[in-house]
Every structure is written in structure tokens, then in C-alpha cells.
């Protein structure tokens, strides 16, 4: 007597070891519901897995925690990403959400956030926000080539690092790098020096500082710290916006920093600088 599936009664809960009917090659045979799991799943998902096929069986992949995804990545709708405005920004849409993703930059960036902008296929610029307006982004970091942004990303606020050196001794005006103090050598994963900040204490402010690793100079055209006074520091200056070299700014563990006249003129008694790093 043949049945139809509708004339059975129904079964409101499938236990481990109830029985299935499947037909394999014409043939009818049974499988359980555990049996059927374990030819499905590789292993067994749990609360919080995402099920994936993988080409042959749907199998369960625990996703990352969001407090280890280091970078997170914004939608292209947001920015314009035909190129940077200038070396040092990015222009937002702004106005009103669009596909349900915010256009406005002050929704993705804060003052000392970290930056990363992709320019060419796996080629990253690291910087921190700067200033930010509902347009435009302004970061600090490596020069920004003029070219098609490939994405664009926001980090952690644990991702920035301040490294200072000082120098207790006077008359820091001859070229080449210094032999008195000022030198730091970097530990732990490879950093990206994204801006750097001098002051002295003495009357002249025409000394230009940069900074060096093996590799070579940092920035393109150094800091030139505020004049002080022969018992006063004068102010910090920073380092210009879009003013490092991509190349030279990858900071590795045991490398040393130091500091460098480019050229000769004035004084910078007693020279405090001041760096600021994103470690990736």
C-alpha cells in the first residue's frame, strides 16, 4: 500500500536517532539525523559559527571577534576614491546616508585615528586624522600619490604609539647625524612613523631636524623648531602634512632612529623631538 508524506502525521520534534528516508542510486535507504549531520558538517557548529560552502559540504567557520579586526574597511560610497584631494586629504560626500551607508567623515574618523589608504593593489599609507569635516579628511603620514584609491580604513586608538628623544647638550648645529643623545631603537612589530614634532631651547630656529633610519631620511624638507630662549623651550612644531617618505617610514625591531641636521645654521640647544607611530 503506497503512503503519501501528507497522510502521516507529523513530527514536531527530530530526535538524534530518528530515521530518514533518502534514495541512493534507486535504491531506498535510511540515515539518521546524527549520520546526515556528520556527512554534512566536517565538525559540529556551535552558537556564534557562520556556515560556509567550501565546494563540497556546508561547513562551520567561526568568525573573528570584532576586538581583533584591527582595521575596518569603509564602504566607497562614502569617499571619493577617483584620488586623494591633495597628499594629505580625502574628500567625503557628506549629506544624508545613501544605501544605508554614512557618506560624512566625522561618522568613520576622530582627531588621532588611525589612517590606512590603499593606493595600488597591497601598497598601504598609514597616517592619523588630523582634522575631519563632513567632506574632507586630513591625516598625517606618508605622501598620498594623486592616484585611485583602492580602499580606505580606520584603526585603533591602541594602535598609535609616541616614542621621545631628547638631547642634553648644546650646540646641535653640524650636519650629519648626531653623536650626543637622540637616538632610540625600535622594539616589537614594525611601525610607520606618521608625524613628528621638535623644540629647543635657544634664540635661533633655523636648524632643520630630520629623522633617519639605514634606510634614510624620513621627510622631505625636516622640521625647523620655534626659536626659544636660553632657559625656555620654545614651542613644538610639527612636521607638514603629506611630508614622508612612503619608503623610509617602516620602522622594523632593532632598527635605530636618530636625529639629523640637514643643514648648517643656527643652534638647537637641548633638542626634544617628539614622534608619533601607527603600528599596523
Known sequence: MVVKISDMPEA????????IEIEQAG???KITKQQLRSLLFNTSPS????VV???????????????LVRWTVIDQIAYTESAPATSSTITFNGGLPSGGVNRKAGEYFSIGLPVRVEIGAGVFYYG???AVTDTLLAMSGAILPISPIISLAFGKLEMVRHVQMSVPAVTYNTPGSLVKGCIHRWRGAPGHLVAYSCSHMNTSGTTVVNMRTFIGDFSVSGVIPAAGTLTTHGAFVDSALGDLNRERVIVLGHNTIVARVA???GLADFLIINMTFVVP
Open 128 to 130: 592619523i586624522c588630523t
Open 12 to 19: 514536531l520534534v527530530l530526535n538524534e536517532t530518528d530515521e
Open 47 to 50: 552558537s556564534g559559527d557562520v
Open 263 to 265: 643643514t648648517t645654521g
Open 53 to 67: 560552502y567550501n565546494g563540497t559540504d556546508f561547513v562551520p567557520t567561526t568568525p573573528v571577534p570584532p576586538e
Open 27 to 29: 535504491v531506498s535507504k
